[in-house]
């Protein structure tokens, strides 16, 4: 029997999006589905084990080390939307050909494209990434599925029209959305002739259980942040976007917490990207002289990493999307923030979307009354959900 080829994201420097990939292979091994995983790039992804560690404060005092003239320069590039379009447009007749040929599609029995949020505009690069992977599958007559995948908020109207190609493929044999918000903008754009292709279902991370983390619980509450820069970038409107704000806001809601439980049971806590770590140390930099004790860590490397470390948290209050699914997974209380429509759909799905603070509540909300959520919080029951993640996953890989 073929294998089955998996291709998503599961490298990115957020380990978060390694988690979809843990859980994809817990199914493949439920249902004896041979597997071969690939990332969206090209490279086998690792979801090897690591140790993460607390950052000391020689380590955290070292901070970033500066970037070099040439990086501002290509950063101050990459801030022009035409130069991103241009890139894409250039990736799709040169890396993304060479890519898709590389996957060699024509050895497997179908090819699942997920989960993650791959189905997001990211100037043209995801549509013509999967287009390309799309067009391989066409050439070679080798079915594609896409499984728990996601939308951003944006798609240009190129972006529209690559998507609508790719939907109403024939090699595209069904599209299973992770959220409300991504099946309605899919069903949009693919428009009658790809309906009965899709189907709304639920993020699948949400797979992973208790009994997949290594780790025991201990009395720490973590505190997951996200990088003002990124959403600078992202969501520009959120509160949180300034950084002297973003400043400000961690230390009431890190003060409300110490008085609770004291500093030194409390981490500040990244997701292992470059920017949400160099946040996190900016950040303890500044708050651990007002608060001794004060944890934090930086070092999450891999998927495992970060099972780990979420998982032995008594609670979490969390930005990143994987941080929070994680913590739903392994029945650890999490309090989430939405910066992306993508947060709040799986709190609310997972039935917690009070323990959710919308974008239009956030400014609204003070510290005191976030930290006794927070401490108040219960782990979301999701055998439901599993059972559905269940029987659509067996949907995507039926030949």
């Known amino acids: 029997m073929k294998q089955t080829l998996f291709i998503g994201e599961y490298s990115s420097r957020n380990v978060g999006d390694g988690i979809i990939r843990m859980a994809i292979e817990k199914l493949c091994s439920q249902h004896g589905l041979p597997a071969a995983f690939r990332d969206f790039y090209g490279g086998t992804p690792d979801t090897g084990p690591g140790h993460p560690q607390p950052a000391n404060a020689d380590a955290v005092q070292a901070g970033p080390k500066p970037r070099p003239l040439l990086r501002k320069v290509q950063a101050a590039l990459l801030r022009i939307e035409l130069v991103n379009y241009a890139i894409a447009l250039l990736f799709y007749f040169t890396r993304y050909r060479s890519i898709a040929a590389g996957y060699q599609v024509q050895r497997y029995q179908q090819v699942v494209i997920g989960g993650g949020n791959l189905l997001m505009d990211n100037f043209l690069n995801f549509p013509l990434l999967i287009l390309r992977i799309v067009q391989q599958c066409e050439r070679h007559r080798v079915p594609v599925k896409l499984f728990s995948v996601g939308a951003g908020r944006r798609y240009s109207g190129l972006g529209r029209l690559i998507m609508a190609r790719i939907l109403q493929s024939d090699a595209v044999e069904c599209i299973v959305c992770r959220d409300g918000n991504t099946y309605s903008l899919i069903k949009e754009i693919g428009e009658e002739d790809s309906d009965h292709k899709i189907i709304c279902s ?59 439980i004291g500093a030194d049971h409390i981490e500040i806590f990244s997701n292992g990207s470059e920017a949400d770590n160099d946040f996190a140390r900016a950040l303890w930099l500044e708050l651990s002289p007002r608060y001794p004790g004060l944890l934090v860590c930086t070092s999450i490397r891999s998927p495992a990493d970060l099972i780990q470390r979420v998982g032995s948290y008594k609670a979490l209050a969390a930005y990143r999307m994987h941080a929070a699914v994680t913590a739903m997974a392994l029945d650890v209380p999490v309090v989430g923030f939405e910066w992306d429509p993508k947060v709040l759909q799986m709190f609310t799905y997972c039935g917690k979307r009070n323990a959710c603070v919308a974008l239009d509540e956030f400014p609204k909300r003070p510290a005191r009354e976030l930290i006794a959520s927070m401490l108040d919080e219960t782990p979301a029951r999701l055998e439901p959900i599993r059972r559905v993640l269940d029987r659509d996953f067996r949907h995507a890989t039926h030949v």
């Not at 991370?205 to 600078?232: C, F, H, M, Q, T």
């Open 202 to 260: 639920f993020d699948s991370g949400l797979y992973l259980e208790r009994g997949d983390a290594p780790a025991g619980r201990s009395d720490i509450v973590g505190l997951g942040v996200i990088a003002p820069s990124v959403l600078k970038m992202v969501t520009p409107e959120h509160p949180m976007a300034d950084p002297a704000y973003a400043m400000r806001w961690w230390d009431a809601l890190v003060g409300e917490l110490a008085q609770k």
